[in-house]
Nanobody, 125 residues
Framework: QVQLVESGGGLVHPGGSLRLSCAAS????????IGWFRQAPGKEREGVSC????????YYADSVAGRFTISKDDAKSTVFLEMNSLKPEDTAVYYC??????????????????WGQGTQVTVSS
């Protein structure tokens, strides 16, 4: 049984930082696609950052490039999203997802079969 559990969300001031974690069980991280997504109220779910299948190449959405960093610890089956210089428009529920066969930048598309429950990130003064 695949289980993904996100943590690390919260309330932060603009310009602040947060580090999200996603603990995975029942699914190997290495060689599989892993993505972070977010969904704000009234908006579609969008890809934030991901590791692609097989070669674990990293991709970022233009809106977060240079501010967010994705990383993973395969041995601990945990994926991280370091978020710096946060803006009010980063406010959303953040989800991690995992699956096979998502190559290249397709790992930024919400085509995953396995999702976590989400963690709320609110950026406000």
């Amino acid at each position: 049984q695949v289980q993904l559990v996100e943590s690390g969300g919260g309330l932060v001031h603009p310009g602040g930082s947060l580090r999200l974690s996603c603990a995975a069980s029942g699914f190997r991280l290495d060689a599989n696609a892993i993505g972070w997504f977010r969904q704000a109220p009234g908006k579609e779910r969008e890809g934030v950052s991901c590791f692609s299948s097989t070669f674990s190449k990293v991709y970022y959405a233009d809106s977060v490039a240079g501010r967010f960093t994705i990383s993973k610890d395969d041995a601990k089956s945990t994926v991280f999203l370091e978020m710096n210089s946060l803006k009010p428009e980063d406010t959303a529920v953040y989800y991690c997802a995992i699956d096979r066969g998502l190559y290249g930048s397709s790992c930024l598309q919400p085509r995953y079969n396995y999702w976590g429950q989400g963690t709320q990130v609110t950026v406000s003064s």
